[in-house]
């Protein structure tokens, strides 16, 4: 059904994280993140949003990933048909997957980096993943699409891609947040659309808004 990455540039501070589905709208359902918290993508058979902004304040609490995601799935008797993937600032990483999600699931998590999926053609979706993005140079953006890319050529979701989405945070830039809701080619519009919009004037009109270490910028 989706397959997801979320991951710290330890070179830059930044931390995003990207998504991809076989159905609609998936940066609305997965991603969620905050610089005063980390990242969390949730997604599955019953995907909760719920569970991705309860995540996000438990993460602001401090909580470590493990913790935060025990915390979320507790009391949750859907638990076992979602899947839930959390990063705190500092690359704390730690994931959920429901064992009534449909077949084949999986994920993985270390320091900094964090890959899950489900309704894939194998594991080796995420396995792929995980290598290709840990030998990749590069911007972290470029990177997390690229990563999702590997994932479609590995099997991918079963039903095909139809929608895709990019989130990455720094605390001296505006959110770079781009979402492709409806697509034959998900991953090429957004691969298209970040090159968009890091290359002409609306980039350069970037560098001029309130970021996280200086919110009253303007020019």
Not at 3 to 32: H, P, Q
Not at 37 to 66: C, F, M, P, R, V
Not at 139 to 147: E, F, G, Q, S, V
Request: glycine share 8%.
């Amino acid at each position: 059904m989706t397959f997801s990455i979320l991951a710290k540039d330890m070179k830059t501070n930044e931390i995003g994280g990207a998504a991809t589905t076989g159905s609609y709208c998936v940066g609305g359902w997965v991603l969620r993140g905050s610089l005063d918290s980390g990242l969390s993508a949730s997604q599955g058979a019953s995907a909760s949003t719920i569970w991705g902004e309860k995540s996000l304040n438990y993460l602001k609490d401090g909580k470590s990933a493990e913790d935060t995601i025990q915390k979320v799935i507790s009391n949750d008797d859907g638990k076992e048909y979602r899947q839930l993937s959390c990063m705190t600032l500092k690359g704390d990483t730690h994931c959920f997957t429901g064992k009534n999600n449909v077949d084949y699931y999986h994920h993985h998590s270390e320091k900094n980096l964090v890959i899950a999926g489900n309704m894939l053609a194998s594991k080796k979706v995420i396995t792929s993943m995980v290598d290709f993005f840990k030998k990749q140079e590069g911007d972290l953006a470029t990177k997390l699409i690229n990563t999702l890319k590997k994932g479609e050529d590995e099997g991918s979701d079963i039903r095909g891609l139809k929608s895709s989405c990019l989130l990455v945070l720094h605390a001296d830039r505006p959110p770079l947040t781009l979402r492709i809701d409806n697509s034959n080619q998900p991953l090429k519009d957004l691969e298209k659309l970040l090159k968009d919009v890091t290359s002409d004037k609306y980039y350069e009109w970037t560098k001029t808004v309130p970021t996280k270490n200086n919110q009253y910028k303007y020019k």
